[in-house]
């Protein structure tokens, strides 16, 4: 809490405001502001009324970040991130804690995501500063690189296996449904760094193929993606083959979680689709729910329309389905095809805006070519046959293009001569057959369709988990100021627990009944200051007065500060 104190200079009177707390069991003052000399204050009254003084604010005022922060602290709080970080990376002599530099960093990564450098203005001005065991001076980079080297791979497998121990438990989660995936995130480390293995070139998912990448997988469950396991892997390996190296960890995981869960399905897409992979899910005691490549099974996308069943009464009017059992991967599953009247109007909008734009190239190409016939064109390199038919198959490589539209490359005259067919026959059986359509497979053979469509719609979830931590405003994983692996490792953790962190935050908000998206709850949240206002003397001779107010909120705002209670956290 602020205090006022007064110190004699030369003679003379200062006065300051200043926080105060106990650090290794001592008092130590972690924050101060100059205010001026008693007469200095005085003078800054406007008038007097009735003998006293009406109080005037100065014209500066001490601003603090309060609202994210502090909830994000007491959700780390009942974590106990610091306790379980230090629990496995013990730290010698004094000073803060590993688990209290990691700690910082997660919030801030949540908050405003920054580089290590500059973490230590930005921890000033926020209430960690009287909340946290550490100081401003103390967040420097060198400090943060000391820090982050103790915490070894090892290490952080056993402090995530905590952490998720411990969230499941004091959040009671649902581990019925986990759902798991795989993304990458471009870094900007040069190209002939060879201290890093993890940061490799490969088919970025952000369309960054100048770039190395860094590859994440994730298990998250379905109930508000809360993270349960990580995985960092070199950018340039596939889904299927990363999905199976991590099989073992997946499984020691859920055991180490489960505690009475009876049944737990894995959701995953088809990107981990293999055979090996089906085979170890098959040897655990847990099951799955998967998609297929639909274009693999032409058998299953020609059965007709009328022979799928409504899901309108289970509460999915959009959604129609079929029903079957087929041999996939060396073993007979459940497979339910869908149909999704809504998905099949996104995908024909889609394809009619892709193959709009082919035609008007394909339009503009041949009107070129028939003027370099005529000899309306003479300037610049003649096009070659060779060139016109690469550009060709460059505006047919996107998906179906080669199906919808018949052309030829001709030499005519010495000049390339194009022509072109759109196929309705082949944009009609696209539609008849494959678009609206996904194929789910599982060996939840008692399941009910809908349970199966639910859950594997829950896998929507990952995606925003992703999309969460792409975020350049929240969460940010990227861009990293690191380029070895050691500390890519221990960047990409932070960035997961803080994914927990605001995760969890969204999830109790909802079990309060508040409904919102994470950046919205951070926008709201992190608009909620803490001032503290520096008043004159109520009397003649008398001293100044702190008062700390929390700024104006808006509805939103006020009933986000009363259902998480920030008030304790306030120096009011």
Partial sequence: MASLTKKKIHGRTYYYARECKRVNGKPKIVWQKYLGRLEDIVTAVAEWREGRLIPQPRREGIVTDLGAVAALYDLASRLEVVSIIDKHVPKRGTGPSVGTYLLVAIINRCVDPCSKAKVSEWF???????????????????????????????????????????????????????????????????????????????????????????????????????????????????????????????????????????????????????????????????????????????????????????????????????RTTKKVFGRKRTVVVTYNENLFVAQSKTLLREIGKRQQRFCELVTRLERWRRGEIRRGRPPTLAATQKKVNSWLKARHMKDLFATTVTEQDGLPAVTYQFSQDAWEELQSTLLGKTILFTDNDDWTDVQIVRAYRGSHEIEDAFRTMKDPHHIALRPQYHWTDQKIRVHVFTCVVALMLVSLLRRELHMKGVDMSIRRILELLGDIREMVMIFPPQARGGKPVLRTSITTMSPEQRELYEVLDLQRYTSC
Avoid at 141 to 147: E, H, I, K, L
Avoid at 174 to 180: A, E, I, P, R
Avoid at 258 to 282: M, Q
Avoid at 309 to 320: N, T, Y
């Fill in 124 to 322: 000033h001005k926020t209430v960690l500063r009287r909340l946290v065991n550490i100081e401003s001076r103390q967040l420097t980079s060198q400090r943060y690189w000391d820090n982050m080297d103790r915490v070894s791979a090892k290490a952080i497998t056993s402090i995530e296996a905590d952490l998720t121990t411990r969230c499941v438990k004091e959040f009671n989660l649902d581990l019925q449904h986990l759902l798991f995936d795989a993304t990458n995130f471009f870094t900007f480390i040069d190209t002939f760094n060879e201290r890093s293995t993890l940061a490799q070139r490969g088919k970025s998912k952000e369309g960054r193929a100048s770039l190395r990448i860094v590859g994440l997988a994730l298990l998250v469950t379905a109930d508000f993606h809360v993270p349960l396991f990580h995985c960092t892997y070199p950018g340039n390996q596939p889904d299927a083959p990363t999905f199976a190296s991590l099989t073992d960890a997946l499984v020691a995981r859920c055991k180490r979680l489960i505690d009475g869960v009876e049944h737990i399905t894995i959701v995953f897409d088809k990107g981990n689709n293999s055979k090996d992979n089906l085979a170890a899910i098959d040897a655990t005691p847990y099951h799955f729910v998967g998609s297929l490549v639909p274009t693999q099974h032409s058998d299953l996308l020609e059965v007709p329309r009328e022979r799928f069943r409504s899901l309108a009464q289970d509460g999915l009017p959009e959604v129609s389905v079929y």
